[in-house]
């Protein structure tokens, strides 16, 4: 059975940091593409980043460019969101995704002072 | 950026009726389209890629056609569980885009 498991998220004060992990299980990890696209409150889907299989190219939403980082450990399953300079517009649920099949549960993070 | 345009917004329609929702892009995206349903609560669920192949057990009342810049994703028969948000997504290029979603509402 697949599963992407998403942790990290919380509460975090403007212009702080966070950074998300998603354990992946039941695929091959190293053969996907991964990526990270959020939700905020009440709102639609934003695709954030994604990375290709072997972590050689990344690509980033014009709002989170210089922010965020992406990056993954094929060796650990294991995907990562590193999240800088965080502003009040960044509070989403935040989810893990593979190609395009496999989703996380999401996680939640919540930018307020 | 591809920028996707969903219509309508919200559609209002009766269980057992054919819902019938658009996608449009701002450049041509070949076939590199999919579709997502979404309810209140939970993960977004695969349901079309490739703009007409549905993914794993999708039901056949849900199809996908179009290529270029136009996409319709029809539900034949709604039924209950289908009253949902739906979102399309393009796929061709480095940054993947989602349109703004069209809910399917109970009448």
């Known amino acids: 059975e697949v599963q992407l498991v998403e942790s990290g998220g919380g509460l975090v004060h403007p212009g702080g940091s966070l950074r998300l992990s998603c354990a992946a299980s039941?695929?091959?990890?190293?053969?996907?593409?991964m990526g990270w696209v959020r939700q905020a409150p009440g709102k639609g889907l934003e695709w954030v980043a994604n990375?290709?299989?072997?972590?050689?190219?990344?690509f980033y939403v014009d709002s989170v460019k210089g922010r965020f980082t992406i990056s993954r450990d094929n060796a650990r399953n294991s995907l990562y969101l590193q999240m800088n300079s965080l502003r009040g517009e960044d509070t989403a649920v935040y989810y893990c995704?593979?190609?395009?099949?496999?989703w996380g549960r999401g996680s939640l993070v919540t930018v307020s002072s | 950026e591809i920028v996707l345009t969903q219509s309508p917004g919200t559609l209002s329609l009766s269980p057992g009726e054919r819902a019938t929702l658009s996608c449009r892009a701002s450049?041509?995206?070949?076939?590199?389209v999919a579709w997502f349903q979404q309810t209140p609560g939970q993960a977004p669920r695969l349901l079309i890629y490739?703009?007409?192949s549905r993914a794993t057990g999708i039901p056949d009342r849900f199809s996908g056609s179009g290529s270029g810049t136009d996409f319709t994703l029809t539900i034949s028969r709604l039924e209950p569980e289908d009253f949902a948000v739906y979102y399309c997504?393009?796929?061709?290029?480095?940054?993947?885009?989602f349109g703004q979603g069209t809910k399917v509402d109970v009448k």
């Open positions: 995704v593979g190609s395009l099949a496999y």
């Open positions: 490739g703009a007409s």
């Open positions: 039941g695929f091959t990890f190293s053969t996907y593409w």
């Open positions: 990375i290709k299989p072997d972590g050689s190219d990344e």
């Open positions: 450049q041509s995206v070949g076939s590199n």
């Open positions: 997504l393009q796929y061709g290029t480095s940054l993947k885009t």
